[in-house]
């Protein structure tokens, strides 16, 4: 048995060799394998649309997963943070805390989406609480899903133009003093985390012996972290590999 972690697929209606290599990737997976997809899953997610291609596939994807064997779990990214407890269970998902713990011989490891490592952006911190309320999460889900999908694309559209603005990584990056107390804050010595698009291990950032584990966006390239008995496998692949072309 092994854990998998992976996060930022972006799966969409227009991503069909994204959503196939989901599919694939969790048929590959063992029985009684884990699966936490950290967020993102989804380019944007405005609410279950059973004509939309993407969700249609990763409900197939996860039924099929389940009758393997395979569980598969899920902590809201800053994409789909409307997937709650209805949604999740719709999917076939176990919905997961932001922030969950693996214990391990070799140390305690912290699976988190990403963005809240990014503290210096007040702007996002801001917009993030706002879209976590509850209530207005209630009133935004009453709209017509064509108004809502309307304003996902939009907000989605906005966000992309702004991210060719993002180069300071003291404000859009991921913050030392934040990674450092929330491994604190959870006891742990590992962090494996996506969001922030970059597949690379960093050591030693804190007072402790740590070592923080960010994931890539899937897209030309899928990654993921294995965890078992013997460490964590950080790895990255070309899409092809999943794809067999």
Known sequence: MAFYVTADLHLSEHTGDLNEAFARFLSQLKSGDKLIIAGDLFDFFVGIDP??????????????ARHAGISVMFIQGNRDFLIRKKEADYFGFTLLPDYHVIKA??????IMHGDALCSNDLKYQRFK???RNPWLQHLFLLLPLGIRRQIGLNIRSKSKNAAFQRTNSKIYGAVPQTIERVLQAFNCSYLVHGHLHLFHRYTGEGAAETARLSLGCWGYAFSYVRLDGNGLAHVQKPLTALLGD
């Open 51 to 64: 004509a939309d291609k993407a969700q249609a596939v990763v409900k197939d994807a996860v039924s099929k």
């Open 105 to 110: 011989p070799y140390g305690n490891v912290l």
């Open 129 to 131: 609480r706002r879209c």
